[in-house]
């Protein structure tokens, strides 16, 4: 019906930049907010980042200043530019993303995640 694919993923130096994509496919009528969470071994799954269908933007503290999300709502996909990574990052990543199959029927879709790396 619905399937959010991530991608970007990958192994990276301290200090480095990494960009993840997630991009939205199937039927429905609309997408509205779009976030990126991730979650650390052991750790419970936290937000990163979200936008909404407006572009309005909201980072976790950690993030800010380092992060950065966007969307191309013509390519129902969204990003997260990451640089000034840190070992701390290393976590699977997934996306999220509000969706209507119907109208006014919006839906939470989780992406399969993926996996950054941080380390020297």
């Known amino acids: 019906q619905v399937q959010l694919v991530e991608s970007g993923g990958g192994l990276v130096q301290p200090g480095g930049s990494l960009r993840l994509s997630c991009a939205a496919s199937?039927?429905?009528?609309?997408?509205?907010?779009m976030g990126w969470y991730r979650q650390a071994p052991g750790k419970q799954r936290d937000l990163v980042a979200t936008?909404?269908?407006?572009?309005?933007?909201s980072y976790a503290d950690s993030m800010k200043g380092r992060f950065t999300i966007s969307r191309d709502n013509a390519k129902n996909t969204v990003y997260l530019q990451m640089s000034s990574l840190l070992p701390e990052d290393t976590a699977v990543y997934y996306c999220?993303?509000?969706?209507?199959?119907?109208?006014?029927?919006?839906?939470?879709?989780w992406g399969q995640g993926t996996q950054v790396t941080v380390s020297a």
């Open positions: 936008i909404t269908g407006g572009g309005s933007t």
């Open positions: 199937g039927r429905f009528f609309s997408i509205g907010a």
């Open positions: 999220k993303a509000a969706v209507s199959v119907r109208p006014f029927r919006p839906e939470d879709y």
